[in-house]
């Protein structure tokens, strides 16, 4: 018998984090302290301690998940010792039989996936895996003390995709030897390997990693929060473009990085993928109004509800800058629900977002 309750409605994917902070990982990036990102010690979680926090997690929520993942996260997955892979993924077994859990995904370097690798996880319900690529430019990847090459994502990606795994990649803008073209050239390769969805990272300065040190000694310089929300704007309009989901921009906002002494500096924000949506409502916007000979005054926005925030900016921040550029008295924000998510109304002018 399930232990999920059926006649719950169903709501969104779950996935339930166990984090194995720096765990797998052969080198210590200048920009990594996994300890102030998950506020974890580097510890392997016993079998028990998987099985509290995968009930915990399974008791939340009125509604039942469409999916529910057991993702291992915050360290390189197949970096550990077999018998630690074989170990971690036994400890799911059992809510995978009493099917209270779908499927495993976990997140790992590119050099650490060989067949020999990928054959630990034969007998297990592993669906998807993410790679750390960070960079596909040697020398960013050299500056910022990585230990693979660029090769070795393409490798990566190859062998995932003749096992039929789904595969994320996960990219970072604002290394050290980075800059906007490097990442755009970046996320050009990432798209060319057809991934099934993407992460960006802005590259963060964390309390104990060498970064910190350079950034003390004034070698390291991080973005400034309005550039990299542009250039991840850039970049996820880049992966939409090519059908690819970019399912996260930005860091969440964990105990460990927000409390005091874990983030230094960097272009950090806890509603950074809201800025990002929220500048591609506005250009959108924008461009209708350029479009126009005199726009209305009141101007009518018609949106769907859930999207008021995004239309909104950040503290109404795209409201005032819509006044400002278009010489607006008042701007009225109609909400109807019969309009898809994606679509707005700008006066008469009927609008698509990305």
Sequence with gaps: MDTLDDARPVGQPLIIPIFIPHMGCPHQCIFCNQRAITGKTAQTPSAEQIQQEVNR?????KERPSTTQISFFGGSFLGLEKETIRS????????????DVDSIRFSTRPDT??????????????STVELGVQSMNDRVLDAAGRGHRASDTLVAAGLLKNRGYEIGLQMMVGLPADDDDGAMQTARRIAALAPDFVRIYPTLV??????????????????????????????FLYFNTHHIPVVRMGLQASDGLTRAGGFIAGPYHPAFGHLVHGEIVLDAISSALDRMEKPPDPLTISVHPSMVSRVQGLHKQNIGRLKKAFDLKKIVLH???RLAKNHLVVAEE?????
């Design 113 to 126: 996936i060989s067949q020999e690798s990928l054959s630990l996880l034969d007998g297990f319900p592993v």
């Design 57 to 61: 997690f399974l008791k939340y929520g």
């Design 206 to 235: 964390l309390e104990g990693s060498q970064l910190a040190r350079r950034f003390r000694d004034g070698r390291y310089h991080p973005m400034a929060l309005a550039a990299c929300v542009s250039l991840v704007k850039r970049l």
């Design 88 to 99: 971690l993924l036994g400890a799911t077994m059992p809510f995978v039989r009493g099917r």
């Design 335 to 337: 909400q109807d629900e």
């Design 350 to 354: 009927h609008i698509t977002l990305p």
